[in-house]
């Protein structure tokens, strides 16, 4: 089951979505492009 959504591949949305795996929540990051 998805725990967050993160929009924009950016350094902040890779740098969040590395922390929040590292604590356990399954994310999707999605990129316009």
Known sequence: ?????I???GPVGL???AEL???G????VVERR
Not at 25 to 28: A, N
């Open 15 to 17: 740098w969040l979505a």
């Open 21 to 23: 795996r590292l604590h």
């Open 7 to 9: 929009a924009g591949a």
């Open 25 to 28: 929540v399954e994310v999707t």
């Open 1 to 5: 089951m998805l725990d967050v959504l």
